[in-house]
Antibody, heavy 117, light 111 residues
Framework: EVQLLESGGGLVQPGGSLRLSCAAS????????MSWVRQAPGKGLEWVST????????YYADSVRGRFTVSRDNSKNTLYLQMNSLRAEDTAVYYC??????????WGQGTLVTVSS | QPVLTQSSSASASLGSSVKLTCTLS???????IAWHQQQPGKAPRFLMK???????NKGSGVSDRFSGSSSGADRYLTISNLQSEDEADYYC?????????FGGGTKLTVL
């Protein structure tokens, strides 16, 4: 059974940093691209970033490019999102998703990031 | 990059059918999309992905009451025999080589 378990969320001050993790199990992690998608309170889904199987290809939404870095450790079956220079508008639930044939076909339960002073 | 347009809300009666629409922006009418369901307080759940042929593949365990179709730039999600648990937000998703886009979502109310 595919499982994606996000962690690392919490309360952080504006300008601060946070690193999210997504522990994957139930599938061969190294053979699937992965994405981060966020959802601000009461809002819709917003794509954040995608990483290729090897980690050699990384892609970002304009809203986070230059501040967020996606990475993965295939030996640990774990996806990461390093978030720097956080802003109030980054407040959201962050989901990791497994891509199959390019679509987000499995989702984690999400982790809440709150940026506030 | 493509833009996906969805109606903000829809409603239908218990036991009836409803057809939700996701419209691709001009110049992107051939893009493949996926549909997701998000029940209140829960994570999104993949429902189906359209293929180049116009057919679609559903996720594991997705009810036969959910089906898809398309016409031009429009992609449809039809839910038949509506149940109370179908009350949820529905999002469409598309992508290209370097970006991914979600529609604004349709909030479905089951009356």
């Amino acid at each position: 059974e595919v499982q994606l378990l996000e962690s690392g969320g919490g309360l952080v001050q504006p300008g601060g940093s946070l690193r999210l993790s997504c522990a994957a199990s139930g599938f061969t992690f190294s053979t699937y691209a992965m994405s981060w998608v966020r959802q601000a309170p009461g809002k819709g889904l917003e794509w954040v970033s995608t990483i290729s199987t090897s980690g050699g290809g990384t892609y970002y939404a304009d809203s986070v490019r230059g501040r967020f870095t996606v990475s993965r450790d295939n030996s640990k079956n774990t996806l990461y999102l390093q978030m720097n220079s956080l802003r109030a508008e980054d407040t959201a639930v962050y989901y990791c998703a497994k891509l199959i044939s390019s679509a987000c076909q499995y989702w984690g339960q999400g982790t809440l990031v709150t940026v506030s002073s | 990059q493509p833009v996906l347009t969805q109606s903000s809300s829809a409603s239908a009666s218990l036991g009836s059918s409803v057809k939700l629409t996701c419209t691709l922006s001009s110049g992107h009418s051939s893009y493949i999309i996926a549909w997701h369901q998000q029940q209140p307080g829960k994570a999104p759940r993949f429902l189906m992905k359209f293929e180049d042929s116009g057919s679609y593949n559903k996720g594991s365990g997705v009810s036969d009451r959910f089906s898809g179709s398309s016409s031009g730039a429009d992609r449809y999600l039809t839910i038949s025999n509506l149940q109370s648990e179908d009350e949820a937000d529905y999002y469409c998703e598309t992508w290209d080589s370097s970006t991914r886009v979600f529609g604004g979502g349709t909030k479905l109310t089951v009356l």
